[in-house]
């Protein structure tokens, strides 16, 4: 076995360590901190290219698909090592407990426990951003891996890219949210809707498949990012896109029916639409790869992540200032 892969096993296992500090405070109330008055001021994020590597985002996607953590199946005994991993990331890249831990647990609708971790660097006013993505598979059927590599750990790659570079007081806090349970009816979702009913929320950004350029919607332009619900940005997309050469579209593959369903019927942010929070939906879109053994790291274009994910990056950066 490579050297490498048995650095990351004993790696996850020294993560119970900082699970089991956390486990005792997972039903506990985030501090939202008192609310500050403040000056509007105009704010236009600069953003190298550089700062974002295709290698690490490829690093993170195969740690997350690796045979360790058994296809990241909800409810499963794996699930404590793949949240103790995410958690220790937040950790490394800056991010605060949210709330006084990492870890919010909740009840599976199916039987057993689910694990949200959150990360958050709080804001000079009482409001908040929410950056979401899902980051559970479906395991080992049969005996056989799905990895879930662009659904869903290519989403964590970003986020893990994203959390290294916030600044240390922006106007706006933001958490960075993981969450369990996107095939159990993104039950985890609707649980920390649930757990912070009384947090001012301005936006919630869902990362949703975001790694591939197998299916693009036009294959003259294969950089390319779909921001379901962004028409009312689209100004600022654009101009946060410019950077990476993406070319931003605001519908699923063109069709609003599919719109309509992908965002407001399906996944996490069809239950922060229905809390009433505002939600934006970012995609690259399904594959033929999508939720199958096939979906491997070795599948994803890790050029063009990097390139999505500057584009996030420079966005969130002009919401929370």
């Given at each position: 076995m490579?050297k490498?892969k048995i650095t990351f096993?004993?790696f996850?296992?020294?993560?119970l360590?900082?699970?089991a500090s956390?486990l005792?405070?997972?039903?506990m109330?985030p ?7 403040y ?8 953003v ?6 295709a ?16 296809g990241?199946l909800s ?8 949240s103790?991993?995410?958690a ?9 407990a949210f709330?006084?831990?990492?870890f919010?647990?909740f009840e599976l609708?199916?039987?057993g426990?689910?694990?949200n971790?959150a ?6 006013r009482n409001?908040w951003?929410v950056?979401?993505a899902?980051?559970?598979?479906l395991?080992?059927?049969d005996?056989?891996?799905?990895p879930g590599?662009?659904?869903n750990?290519?989403a964590l790659?970003m986020?893990?890219a ?8 922006p ?10 349970a996107?095939h159990n009816?993104a039950a985890?979702?609707k ?5 912070n009913r009384?947090?001012?929320i301005n936006?919630?950004i869902?990362l949703?498949i ?10 003259r332009?294969?950089?390319y990012l ?7 940005a689209?100004?600022k ?5 410019r950077?990476?050469?993406i070319?931003?579209?605001?519908d699923?593959?063109r069709s609003?029916?599919f719109t309509?369903l992908?965002?407001h019927?399906t996944g996490?942010?069809k239950?922060?639409h ?7 939906v970012f ?7 999508t939720?199958r053994?096939?979906?491997t ?6 050029l ?17 200032g």
């Amino acid at each position: 076995m490579p050297k490498r892969k048995i650095t990351f096993k004993l790696f996850c296992f020294s993560c119970l360590f900082l699970l089991a500090s956390g486990l005792a405070a997972a039903q506990m109330r985030p501090d939202i901190g008192s609310a500050l008055r403040y000056e509007a001021k105009p704010f236009w994020p600069v953003v190298r290219k550089s700062a974002f590597s295709a290698d690490s985002l490829r690093l993170s996607v195969e740690q997350l698909c690796d045979s360790t953590f058994a296809g990241r199946l909800s409810g499963s005994r794996e699930m404590v090592q793949v949240s103790a991993y995410i958690a220790s990331r937040f950790r490394k890249a800056g991010l605060q407990a949210f709330g006084g831990t990492y870890f919010h647990n909740f009840e599976l609708p199916s039987g057993g426990v689910g694990h949200n971790v959150a990360g958050c660097i709080p804001g000079r006013r009482n409001e908040w951003i929410v950056l979401e993505a899902w980051y559970d598979s479906l395991g080992c059927p049969d005996g056989l891996l799905y990895p879930g590599a662009d659904a869903n750990a290519s989403a964590l790659a970003m986020l893990f890219a994203i959390a290294g570079r916030l600044p240390a007081e922006p106007e706006c806090g933001i958490i960075l949210l993981a969450c369990d349970a996107h095939h159990n009816d993104a039950a985890g979702a609707k649980a920390f809707i649930k757990q912070n009913r009384k947090l001012k929320i301005n936006r919630v950004i869902c990362l949703d498949i975001v790694g591939s350029s197998l299916e693009p919607l036009d294959k003259r332009r294969p950089r390319y990012l779909m921001a379901l619900g962004g028409k009312p940005a689209a100004r600022k997309l654009e101009r946060c896109a410019r950077l990476g050469r993406i070319e931003m579209y605001y519908d699923y593959y063109r069709s609003d029916s599919f719109t309509e369903l992908f965002l407001h019927k399906t996944g996490e942010q069809k239950h922060f639409h229905n809390a009433g929070l505002p939600c934006t939906v970012f995609t690259s879109g399904i594959t033929y790869n999508t939720n199958r053994p096939s979906d491997t790291p070795e599948s994803l274009d890790y050029l063009a992540m990097r390139d999505r994910a500057l584009v996030l990056l420079r966005y969130v950066l002009s919401l929370i200032g």
